[in-house]
């Protein structure tokens, strides 16, 4: 059953708008085990969208299409679908009597452009004859058009409450592809692709997809078929032998983010933890404090842009600055333990670096950053060298101090330094 | 000269990943006077793209594809275009010895996945021979493809400085668009809507556009034509009559941010800040140091999640929480001036709240925020109410932070709280 979406308009091909339709329906079909071939996304013009929706009634049985239903002038999907189908624009009197009642439901003024909403192709079933929203179905030779509104809630609305159902009456997936999703940090993408050149081979019915997301990787895992059990083996079978190569460099699954999965590890370990932030700024707070419920482990951060604030607060030694550079490895252990001691917490954790694009030197280029974790008694640190700018290295810094005490907690020892 | 972009990657078509690139492409060529006709997003299938690739040669000139070129073995952009151009899949070994080089260069590991990148169909020039990112163009028949990464950020980079001068150096565009960017925090759409209603018809010249971005909105004037003067005349009557509406609400134009506003402003008074935050748990820290040279202006900034962290860091009276709560009128004061003090800065910004979803009462609903500012020896503080998910009270909170800042540096009236 090829399916393909089609989405309208102009401020989505003029880079002002990001389209959330195409994604969201991608999405939505796909969990019914309907994988959309296509999303073609167009302005409102006549000759492109008569085109785009002529090719499409010629090669897919489901065309969702998002758009161009309002009132107002530039709103030309009906007329144009009426041309391009070759189904005449009519004045459909139930739906202009169900626009009306509406108005009047809402509370609303009567406009004359409302009626504009009423002309349709003829043929066109509304899609929510119960409700509010404009949207209408088409059937056309072995196609299925499903016209939805632009307005992201309401198109999501009509997919799952009217569209889905409408296609499963009609089709029953064989096989719903089913996912799972492990995330990984450390590892560069040819290094990931080096290890998986076997598996592929090796675990035929499953498909992996990689997508980098920045300072990340993520690994997709599909299987499809029909029975459930089966496909959970082979999910279970490949996950398996995934974390057996990659290990700890798998950081979470699913849903799950860096943040989330160190606040789990400090919870079920009833640990609490502390942060001295210097290049990063707060950031590793701020991820830390998105999670709901941090304030359980989450104890305070102190935010030591200046030299001054790290003598002042954390107790760094004025010396260890003048002698190594508030970018060393002997302050950041200073300001480890510094932090972990003022907020007595168990773990004290701290940064500091150069972010850029000013600061850098032959011997500490932009990107030199220091990590420092005190807990149980130690004090271990590190030094890496992340490229890009300002925002990645802050972004990278944050990543790999979180992923040293998710790696602490866990037993695993800490991504190699230089 | 028709234009179009297409986008590759499994992900995008299966909801996974909204797309970034198909945006920016559309938003680039338009800056350039070339509007695209379409956006085409498939997946990684040698059947849909084989033929969308086939169709857009036959009626386009320039042709910007996305994705798919990477080492792992579901790239497979470069040997699907060489057959469906016919365009036969060589070893580029001078492609082969600059991807060697650049490895070296990074004191990156060889790793033999990386070859398979040197494998371009015949014909094919490197778009940046002097660089480290892959990215090539090919020539067929009238058409002009340029094959770009999908990494967001190597792909913007590559269109900027390799795709949009290689285009202009074939086509001269007549009539190119040119736009300004208005930023407006602390109004809703409707509210702007409102405002512009009459302007729209007074300014027949002028097309304005209208995009969200949370919490801000973004306000576009576009101005087309021949003569730079006139348009620029035309642009600058816009701005302001749009400036003389919304005054103080106005906070940056173009590609300036709250963030670096605020900062110039600082910078520009000689003032410095320092910054105690509860909900926002670092995020206003790490937007102030997001900026470069921020270290000018930003002293300190403590995190202070914890009660206890409020009393002993911050010099916050124990009495003080107790009888009002930590998140109360009085505590932000507290705050705000422990850390002025503490920090001896010229300004100190603090704000406490319920950043939910937890935590919220019938008194003091999810949401709520108090924002706190000790500058000059007065102490200003307000209550706000924000909704949304922990996220975006967040962000909220710390934009409506720096905009008090913002406008108690420039003379303006603070936004109203309840």
Not at 15 to 41: F, M, P, Q, V
Not at 139 to 151: A, H, I, Q, R
Not at 203 to 224: A, C, D, Q, W
Not at 292 to 306: A, D, M, T
């Amino acid at each position: 059953m090829q399916t393909e979406i089609i989405i309208i308009g102009n401020e989505l091909i003029s880079g002002k708008t990001r389209d959330l339709n195409g994604w969201y329906a991608s999405g939505c079909l796909l969990s019914h085990g309907l994988e959309a071939s296509e999303i073609r996304t167009v302005g409102d013009n006549y000759d492109t969208l008569s085109s785009v929706l002529k090719s499409a009634v010629k090669r897919s049985h489901f065309i969702i299409v998002t758009g161009g239903l309002g009132p107002t002038e530039d709103d030309l999907t009906a007329e144009i679908a009426s041309r391009a189908l070759d189904m005449p624009l009519i004045l459909d009197q139930a739906v202009l009597d169900h626009i009306k009642n509406t108005t009047k439901k809402l509370a609303l003024n009567w406009s004359a452009s409302l009626e504009k909403l009423a002309w349709l192709p003829k043929g066109a079933k509304m899609l929510d004859p119960q409700g509010e929203m404009c949207g209408f179905s088409l059937s056309k030779g072995d196609s299925l058009l499903y016209f939805l509104p632009g307005v992201p809630e309401q198109m999501r609305e009509l997919m799952n409450r009217c569209v889905i159902p409408d296609i499963l009456r009609r089709y029953k997936p064989a096989a719903v592809p089913r996912h799972r999703i492990l995330k990984v940090y450390g590892l560069s993408e040819s290094r990931i692709s080096d290890v998986f050149k076997g598996l592929t081979a090796e675990l035929k019915k499953v498909m992996f997809g990689f997508y980098p997301s920045f300072p990340e990787n993520h690994i997709t895992i599909t299987v499809r078929g029909k029975d459930d059990t089966e496909i959970e083996r082979e999910l279970d079978r490949a996950e398996k032998k995934i974390r057996h190569l990659l290990g700890p460099y798998i950081f979470a699954s699913g849903d799950e983010i860096m943040e989330s999965v160190v606040g789990e590890a400090l919870k079920e370990r009833k640990m609490t933890i502390s942060v001295a932030e210097s290049c990063t700024g707060g950031l590793i707070g701020h991820r830390l404090t998105s999670v709901s419920g941090s304030s359980l482990y989450f104890e305070r951060g102190l935010i030591v842009y200046s030299n001054l604030s790290k003598v002042e607060m954390l107790g760094v030694m004025e010396n260890t600055i003048d002698s190594y550079g508030a970018v060393s490895d002997q302050v950041v252990r200073e300001m480890a333990v510094g932090v972990k001691k003022i907020a007595k917490t168990d773990m004290g954790l701290a940064v500091t670096g150069i972010a850029g694009p000013l600061g850098g030197s032959e011997d500490k280029p932009v990107g030199t950053v220091f990590i420092g974790l005190a807990v149980d008694g130690e004090i271990y640190s590190g030094k890496y060298c992340f490229s890009g700018d300002r925002d990645k290295v802050k972004h990278n810094t944050s990543e790999m101090a979180l992923d040293w005490v998710r790696r602490y907690l866990n037993g695993y020892p800490f991504i190699p330094g230089i």
